[in-house]
């Protein structure tokens, strides 16, 4: 494997490169995408006629929980509509604490009605894949793994 195919695999997430920001991009990433758990104990009746799919929605991890340590609460706005499924939360309370920058919204909404028996919000969650541009690629594509300036250290030494 060459070096421009070494990073374009590893997307430079994982490096700890320090590079000047032209250099690289940022593009989501679906992470997650499935129904919230618990819509008829907390606020979804009070705002499900004014949600509609590609709403934004918040996640926070509820430390405190006693039932659940990785539970992870979903809100619109102020309103709590319920939480992600105990047996999937476990990754996106950890990247929650973490402070890595998630993305929800609302990627299905079905209100009670003759075809469906049962009221359903699923969300989907994003996070921020860094990326090479054809700037750093084309950069690299001419550089030597030797050469003492080499173009991924200049924004460390900058």
């Given at each position: 494997?060459?070096?421009?195919?070494?990073?374009?695999?590893?997307?430079l997430a994982s490096t700890g490169l320090?590079?000047?920001?032209?250099?690289l991009g940022k593009s989501l990433v679906k992470i997650y995408d499935n129904y919230i758990r618990g819509m008829q104990y907390y606020h979804y009746s009070k705002v499900k006629e004014s949600l509609k799919e590609g709403d934004i929605l918040r996640l926070k991890h509820e430390e405190g929980n006693i039932y659940d340590a990785f539970a992870v609460e979903v809100y619109y706005q102020e309103?709590?509509?319920?939480y992600l499924p105990a047996y999937e939360n476990i990754v996106i309370a950890n990247m929650l604490n973490a402070g890595v920058e998630l993305t929800a919204q609302i990627s299905k909404h079905s209100p009670k009605n003759d075809y469906y028996e049962y009221e359903s919000l699923a969300v989907e969650v994003f996070a921020?894949?860094?990326t090479p541009t054809p700037q750093l690629i084309t950069a690299l594509q001419n550089a030597r793994?030797?050469?003492?300036?080499?173009?991924?250290?200049?924004g460390y030494f900058s």
């Open positions: 494997m060459n070096r421009i195919d070494f990073i374009k695999t590893l997307g320090i590079l000047p920001k032209n250099l309103y709590k509509l319920g921020e894949l860094i793994a030797s050469d003492v300036e080499d173009i991924y250290r200049q």
